[in-house]
């Protein structure tokens, strides 16, 4: 499977701030990437799918203006939350499609974002 | 609206036993079924995934039984050991889309 990364692993910052999650694609060139969001011991609801060169598209009651996606290059896929607030707090975690099937991902180890 | 129901929300095993985790899906588009495994403050791992063509897939000792009439599989675990001590998702796939069951936390006790 693809090897992924995020950076940071965690992140604490004060509410109204902007941050940036990095998510990198180590050893293969990743069309597509997906962006989720986990509360404690629950799901992962898929926020948006980043595609390289265009636009990502959100889904239903994601915020496109507050969760602002850059899939810049085949590589590297980031997330900034911006004017962050306390319920922003979450823990966030990209994932890549696979080369051979679109339908397997693999996940990068996850953001985790404390706002204060 | 969860479209994969996952059950139970947990469980707690013998070193040794088997665990039996159950998911059902209303979506016949969905066309691919993994489960992940996911510990602690890490993201999810791809565990083992199904293809609804095949009624059942092995590997080691992670079994997936898929039964496409009732729309329901489940992962079993074999022997299981206290490194399986995780929580395990359902996941199905449309259009390289998952959606994810609830989740399942398994607890192995030595």
């Known amino acids: 499977g693809a090897v992924v990364s995020q950076h940071p692993s965690r992140v604490i910052c004060k509410s109204g701030t902007s941050v940036k999650i990095e998510c990198r694609s180590l050893?293969?060139?990743?069309?597509?990437m997906f962006w989720y969001r986990q509360f404690p011991k629950k799901s992962l609801m898929l926020m948006a799918t980043s595609n390289e060169g265009s636009k990502a598209t959100y889904e239903q009651g994601v915020e496109k203006d507050k969760f602002l996606i850059n899939h810049a290059s085949l590589t590297l896929s980031t997330l900034t939350v911006t004017s962050a607030h306390p319920e922003d707090s979450s823990f966030y975690i990209c994932s890549l499609a696979g080369s051979v099937s679109y339908n397997e991902q693999f996940f990068g180890p996850g953001t985790r974002l404390t706002v204060l | 609206q969860q479209q994969v129901k996952q059950s139970p929300q947990s469980l707690i095993v013998q070193k040794g036993g088997i665990s039996i985790i159950n998911c059902a899906y209303e979506?016949?588009?969905?066309?691919?079924f993994p489960w992940y495994q996911q510990f602690p403050g890490k993201g999810p791992a791809l565990l083992i995934a199904i293809r609804p063509d095949v009624s059942e897939k092995k590997e080691g000792r992670f079994t997936i039984s898929f039964n496409k009439s009732a729309k329901q599989f489940s992962l079993h675990i074999m022997d299981s050991q206290p490194g399986d001590s995780a929580t395990y998702f359902c996941?199905?796939?449309?259009?390289?889309?998952?959606?994810f069951g609830a989740g399942t936390t398994v607890t192995v006790r030595a």
């Open positions: 996941a199905a796939s449309t259009d390289y889309k998952l959606s």
């Open positions: 050893d293969f060139q990743a069309t597509t």
């Open positions: 979506n016949t588009a969905f066309d691919y």
